[in-house]
């Protein structure tokens, strides 16, 4: 089958375009909310969305297999909307897609804002924390299916701005931050506050135990995993999950599943997480290796649980080619077994030193920490 999914505004058939109202004409069964199928005239099957929608929808559309079928999206169809979701399911070359302006180039429109220079958070079904890692000092961002309070808690000194109802006769702009329609975008002005993507956090912005790899460590380690955009990291003996947390927040598309044994400092992990605006980490309570039956990752990282039989094994069988497995040692146990396992497939060893200014009495001297030893091997090396 094919179909043809129509953008449609606020200001419902009155703003549609003839290429638009053409297509609308020639269909036989229309979806789309309730809302959006109340805004056009015609004679249609009318087939409101169920919810939930994903689910649902594979069999929807057989059950109008043969017939024309016309879908209504809110604004822009491949902008956090129907479109894609139908694309992934038919292909392109089965869906066409007429746009509308989106409710993001309206704001932006209204505000007078360059469209290139906002990020673009959508909050429809997932917590507001993730907003959390875009609030950076000075720049702009547009939040979709937020709940203004929300947002305003996690960004106090920011300054908050509700668009509704966007080119529909009922369009407002103001700051009133309670009883928003449904039907807005969030617009959101940083102040001189807010936080940075680099590795390398204050260890103090973590909730933990003495289980944290430190911020220098950390820095360094997270360079050798090298994240990329749409990555998946085991964080195996994650301890407070800074390791996790940092390869995150990297790009919104990375993943983590951090797995610890100690179910205190997994909930932890999963406090830090929402936190530092990652909230998706999935953590998994276990010892490893019997816990690591997960999803296959580009990259692992093992913090903790290195002596034990068949980890670094279940660790490197698991990572995919051309993925990297870093390990730190503090132990001279664990450190000798990263010199073991680099004998069996190379890689590089280096030694980490650290030390901290503090106060000596009424003078400043040096505190040392104590050494790490970190392991990298790429699966191309073995």
């Not at 950076?136 to 937020?146: E, F, K, T």
């Not at 701005?161 to 700051?175: A, D, F, I, K, W």
């Not at 001297?365 to 790490?372: D, E």
Request: with cysteine; aromatic share 4%; charged share 20%.
């Amino acid at each position: 089958m094919s179909v043809t999914v129509i953008g449609i505004g606020a200001d419902g058939w009155a703003g549609l375009p003839d290429a638009s109202r053409h297509e609308l004409a020639s269909c036989e069964v229309l979806m789309g909310s309730a809302r959006q199928l109340d805004l056009v005239p015609g004679e249609f099957d009318r087939v409101p969305w169920p919810s939930p929608l994903a689910p649902a929808l594979p069999g929807l559309l057989a059950r109008h297999a043969g017939r024309r079928v016309g879908v209504l999206a809110s604004g822009d169809p491949m902008f956090h909307g129907i479109g894609a979701t139908l694309v992934r399911l038919l292909g392109a070359d089965r869906v066409r897609v007429l746009p509308h302006p989106s409710s993001v180039s309206l704001a932006c429109a209204r505000l007078g804002w360059a469209l290139h220079d906002v990020e673009v958070v959508s909050l429809v079904g997932k917590p507001a924390a993730l907003v959390v890692p875009h609030l950076h000092p000075g720049r702009r961002v547009l939040v979709l299916g937020a709940n203004p309070r929300e947002v305003a808690a996690l960004a106090p000194h920011a300054r908050l701005t509700v668009l509704e109802q966007l080119g529909g006769p009922g369009e407002r702009v103001h700051h009133a931050l309670d009883d928003a329609d449904p039907l807005h975008v969030l617009a959101i002005e940083c102040g001189a506050d807010g936080t940075s993507s680099t590795p390398g956090r204050p260890d103090e912005e973590y909730e933990h135990d003495g289980q944290l790899t430190k911020r220098e460590v950390r820095a360094v380690t997270l360079a050798l995993l090298a994240p990329r955009p749409g990555e998946l990291l085991w964080d195996v003996g994650a301890g407070a999950g800074s390791i996790a947390v940092e390869w995150c927040r990297t790009h919104p598309s990375c993943r983590a599943i951090a797995v610890e044994q100690h179910p205190e400092r997994a909930a932890r992990i999963t406090r830090n997480a929402t936190r530092s605006g990652v909230p998706g980490i999935e953590v998994v309570v276990g010892t490893s290796p019997g816990a690591l039956d997960l999803e296959a990752p580009d990259a692992v990282f093992i913090g903790g649980g290195l002596t034990a039989e068949g980890v670094v094994e279940r660790c490197w069988d698991a990572v995919k080619p051309g993925g990297r497995l870093v390990a730190n040692a503090v132990t001279l146990e664990s450190e000798a077994v990263l010199t073991r396992w680099r004998g069996r497939l190379g890689g590089d060893l280096t030694r980490l030193e650290v030390s901290r200014a503090t106060a000596i009495g009424g003078f400043t001297g040096w505190r040392p920490q104590l050494p790490v030893t970190t392991w990298i091997v790429t699966k191309e090396n073995a």
